[in-house]
């Protein structure tokens, strides 16, 4: 019983050193803002994650892609119908996360799609609208990961095509708990 209780303790100690220790990298590091757990939920994109969409826009543009960003920030109530989708209602499953379980509810994440010259949205992933004979939506995907977003394209799991997003390092469970990256201008560091 006493080895058993030593164990425990053991473990615990070693529990409580990490998150010591990541509590004061963080802190050291002013790469987050605690607002504590019960932290509100943004209401608009990131700063930063705005600027860079705005830069693939714009990049996309320069190579004759027409881009359009179909999603931004979520709510809690928009991502659990979403996830409804497929499930409970009429579609197909276009996500594994619920509210709160989204970068999209933290303005981190964006969705994009194509768009033809007749303004028609594309979702083809072999659409080659400038003509150059390369998949239009794989070189959105390039420039997005060039200025410093994770592709959902990447991903083993499930792949999300369009979703595009900026981690700053948090996990989700990070941001349920109240970390939230910086905002201040000057903040360019983008850890994915």
Known sequence: ??????ILSTWLIIILFFVLLFTLYNQQNKKYDDKGKD???????????????????K???????ELII??????????????QQGRTTEGNIVTHAQGGESYHNYGLAIDYALSDQDGN???????????????DWFEVADIAKDLGFEWGGDWEKF???????MTFGLSIRDLQNGLRPKTEQGVEEVDN
Do not use: C, F
Not at 39 to 57: D, G, Q, Y
Not at 70 to 83: F, H, K, P, S, V
Not at 121 to 135: A, E, M
């Open 59 to 65: 990049e996309a543009e320069n190579i004759g892609i």
């Open 70 to 83: 179909t999603e931004t920030i979520r709510t809690y109530d928009e991502q659990n119908a979403l996830y």
């Open 121 to 135: 949205l594309i979702w083809d992933l072999n659409y080659d609208g400038n003509g150059n004979g390369d998949s």
């Open 159 to 165: 792949q999300d095509y369009p979703h595009l997003q």
């Open 1 to 6: 019983m006493r080895q058993t209780s030593s």
């Open 39 to 57: 932290a509100s939920i943004p209401t608009e994109l990131h700063p930063i994650v705005e600027e860079h969409k705005n830069k693939l826009v």
